[in-house]
């Protein structure tokens, strides 16, 4: 029977279909396919294969993803960004198991297991009909809703370990050690981009990690900025982001990075940049000459 798996952008939709197919005994290949983007002459062709001389270039016979899955498992992403004529043609694969290649009016038989995965609940694309509702129905025999990470943030430890062991076997780096600090910031950030952003979380400190002293300062750094892109511009729009931070920005820290962005948005501008902020040019121009007096001597 048909899986529909169901999770955020970087939950490991895919990941699971694998564990599904590896589990399920099949001798035949995983195939997956990301459907989003595909009219339907492409899905088709993808999918089903072609003939030769079906259209201008087919050469030659070619198989589609569905025959190359032949006792195995097809995945097929991002399902519901599959147009009409599509949803069509896949709901007669799952009726009636058949389906026909390209410019051949031959039957063959589907004998692959097919495994889905969605960003967005079929059901909403259901009622807003840009899905149909008998495919719906066939697709979802097992139904697998992945939650998103900041809602297995005991999973964390396990994942961090992971992936610090891959990435420092990747960069030929030593891995550095993972501090309380450390664990702390990785805890309290909410995650967006889920398990494939704390990968790259991950890899970023390897690579970034000289094999001595806590990273912990530029993590926090990074996490911070990764909030901030989070929140639309907007009254309370910073201060909705703060609240989301692993670290809050010292006072130093925020008065400088305050100062910076408004020097940036008024293209080096001292006076515009003091109305931006508030204040006079002379009071920032001291606060300039403050900062860069302490850089200095340190």
Known sequence: MPVLITGETGT?????????????????????????GLDDSLFSDTIF????GAYTGAIKDRAGMIGKA?????????????????QVKLLRVLQEEEYSPLGSDKILKSRARLVFAVNTPLEVLVKE?????????????????????????????????SFLIEAADELNRPAPPIDGEIASLLKNYPFPGNIRELRGIISDLILRHEGQGSISEHLGKQLNLQVLNIYDEGPGGVFSALSSMPRLPSLKEASNG?????????????????????????????????????????
């Open 70 to 86: 032949a006792n195995g498992t097809l995945f097929l992403d991002e399902i519901g960004d599959l147009s009409q004529e599509s």
């Open 129 to 161: 009909k840009k899905f149909r509702q008998d495919l719906y129905y066939r697709i979802r025999s097992h139904s697998i809703l992945l939650p998103p990470l900041r809602k297995r943030k005991k999973d964390l430890p396990l994942l961090i370990t």
């Open 258 to 298: 305050l100062i910076d962005e408004a020097l940036k948005r008024s293209s080096g501008s001292i006076t515009e940049a003091a109305k931006i902020l508030g204040l006079t040019r002379s009071a920032l121009s001291k606060r300039l000459t403050r900062r860069f007096e302490q850089d200095k001597d340190s």
């Open 49 to 52: 294969g072609h003939i030769k």
């Open 12 to 36: 490991g939709k895919e990941l699971l279909s694998k564990a599904i197919h590896y589990s399920s005994g099949l001798k035949g290949n995983f195939v997956a396919v990301n459907v989003a």
